[in-house]
């Protein structure tokens, strides 16, 4: 199998849906030998922010000199992203070798009458196996969807959870309530370890800690008073960390944009604290030349200056309510011009009762997912929550490169689904390069 035929592969097997449970990825995971087993995994939950606080680790302990493997999803423009050591996309030829490797095992399993494993069990398999060989010396594991039935959760001692913000997504499988989404994200964690909690929704966070005592788990959330945002700009934040610490750290820069960012920040500092107590070798100076320089591409990005390009994944309510919060941080009373696309199962009605009022005009595009809502079909919503808004359908993101004026100063901002601004984020490269 070479790397186009396993891209394929991996693809096709999205026939086979998302299932909630453990049984078929722990059957895959025995017969290649259970390297989940081997490995040293901080795993990290949350509906917002896991992806910026994993990445924000994995900078840190990487600068500290560890051979670290990161696993994330979505990807953005290439399915290398989601599986990385030391800040390094899996190469093709590995993706080739191991998923060759993990489709004998599967074949053995169709054989015996099993259920085909899905996608993303597929993936996470093949990434375990892939860092067990690779002798990586931790895991950063990132959640899917929800945590307590997600296939990451086959982690049985890992060395340390993070659970990032919770709010509403996913409803139908996670929940209708707070309570009950804090409850499948609480799912990852373990008897007897050690998990560090953003201090998110007080309902939420009521649920973790009733998990943790009865898991007789050590907790520790985040402070927000500890945290102190000291200026910001375009090109990051000026933030100090006020409380006595390990690392004597005190003012320092973050390069990721937003407030949102501030508490995230405030989650891995304490995740750092913990892994120094438990004798992981990680400095102050580390810590401050990571985060000076980590980007996490299509999160609140500044993809140009000249003129302003922004790429933000928000989603979810809390994703929209954030891109609202920094376009008014940043910008100030400034219009934007909004490219923006999202998945029919989104709450389509409240981002748009948010990020209409920002926009002097909209142009709407079709994600590349079979749950996208379509680009004329959220023209004609937008028409209904404002007629009087100038917007415009387009069939085809290249439609964009006639759109923005290179010698404007403008403000493009493209937002919404991931699979959107993946796309976007290679036209654009394009575009301005």
């Given at each position: 199998m070479n790397y ?8 096709m097997t999205?026939k086979f849906g998302?299932?909630l ?5 722990l059957?895959l995971?025995d ?9 040293k995994?901080i795993h990290?939950a ?8 994993s990445?924000?680790?994995n900078?840190?302990l990487?600068?500290?000199?560890y051979?670290?493997g990161?696993?994330?999803s979505?990807f953005?423009?290439?399915f290398n992203?989601?599986i990385?050591?030391n800040?390094?996309d899996i190469?093709?030829e590995?993706?080739a070798?191991?998923l060759?490797?993990?489709k004998e ?5 169709i054989s015996?009458?099993?259920n085909?494993p899905t996608e993303?069990e ?5 990434a375990?196996y892939?860092?067990k060989?690779?002798n ?5 594991l ?6 307590r039935l997600d296939a990451?959760?086959?982690?049985d ?17 996670l ?5 009950q ?5 609480g799912?990852?964690?373990k008897e007897n370890s050690k998990?560090i909690l ?5 309902e939420?966070l009521?649920?973790l800690i009733?998990?943790?005592?009865e898991?007789?788990?050590s ?5 927000k008073?500890d945290i102190?945002?000291i200026k ?6 000026e933030?100090y960390?006020?409380k006595e610490?390990e690392?004597?750290l005190e003012k320092?820069r973050?390069s990721?944009?937003?407030e949102n ?5 405030l ?5 750092l ?5 438990d004798g992981?070798?990680i400095n102050?100076c580390n810590?401050e030349?990571?985060l000076?320089n980590?980007?996490f ?6 993809f140009n ?5 922004i ?9 929209i309510?954030?891109?609202?919060k920094?376009?008014?941080?940043y910008?100030k ?9 999202m ?5 389509i009605d ?7 009022p920002l ?6 595009l079709t ?8 680009s004329k079909d959220?023209y004609e919503k ?6 009087h808004?100038e917007?415009t359908?387009?069939?085809e993101?290249d439609e964009i490169?006639?759109i923005?004026?290179?010698n ?9 689904s ?8 290679t036209?654009l ?5």
């Amino acid at each position: 199998m070479n790397y186009k035929e396993a891209i394929e592969y991996i693809h096709m097997t999205n026939k086979f849906g998302s299932v909630l449970g453990l049984d078929n990825i722990l059957n895959l995971l025995d017969r290649l030998g259970n390297p989940q087993k081997d490995l040293k995994v901080i795993h990290i939950a949350g509906t917002n922010g896991k992806g910026s606080i994993s990445t924000m680790l994995n900078g840190v302990l990487t600068q500290a000199g560890y051979n670290v493997g990161l696993y994330t999803s979505p990807f953005l423009e290439k399915f290398n992203e989601r599986i990385k050591t030391n800040n390094m996309d899996i190469p093709d030829e590995d993706i080739a070798y191991y998923l060759t490797e993990v489709k004998e095992k599967i074949n053995e399993m169709i054989s015996e009458g099993l259920n085909h494993p899905t996608e993303f069990e597929i993936i996470t398999a093949m990434a375990l196996y892939y860092f067990k060989e690779k002798n990586v010396d931790i895991v950063i594991l990132e959640v899917g969807l929800g945590g307590r039935l997600d296939a990451t959760n086959v982690i049985d001692d890992p060395i340390l959870e993070i659970i990032a913000s919770i709010s509403f997504d996913h409803t139908e499988y996670l929940g209708n309530t707070l309570r009950q989404i804090a409850y499948e994200k609480g799912g990852i964690i373990k008897e007897n370890s050690k998990v560090i909690l953003y201090p998110s929704h007080k309902e939420a966070l009521d649920e973790l800690i009733r998990i943790s005592k009865e898991k007789n788990t050590s907790y520790i959330i985040g402070n927000k008073r500890d945290i102190e945002l000291i200026k910001t700009d375009i090109d990051g934040s000026e933030l100090y960390y006020k409380k006595e610490n390990e690392f004597g750290l005190e003012k320092f820069r973050l390069s990721l944009l937003g407030e949102n960012q501030i508490y995230n920040v405030l989650t891995v500092i304490k995740a750092l604290e913990t892994l120094k107590k438990d004798g992981y070798k990680i400095n102050k100076c580390n810590i401050e030349k990571a985060l000076t320089n980590i980007h996490f591409n299509g999160r609140f990005e500044i993809f140009n200056k000249k003129p302003y390009i922004i790429l933000d994944g928000g989603h979810n309510k809390e994703g929209i309510e954030s891109f609202v919060k920094n376009i008014k941080l940043y910008f100030k009373d400034k219009k934007i011009t909004l490219f923006f696309g999202m998945l029919a199962d989104k709450d389509i009605d409240s981002a748009l009762k948010k990020l209409i009022p920002l926009s002097k005009k909209i142009y709407t595009l079709t994600p590349n997912n079979n749950r996208a809502y379509t680009s004329k079909d959220m023209y004609e919503k937008i028409k209904k929550v404002d007629n009087h808004i100038e917007a415009t359908y387009l069939d085809e993101s290249d439609e964009i490169a006639s759109i923005i004026d290179k010698n404007s100063d403008e403000i493009y901002a493209f937002v919404g689904s991931l699979y959107l601004i993946g796309e976007v984020r290679t036209k654009l490269k394009n575009l301005i390069n």
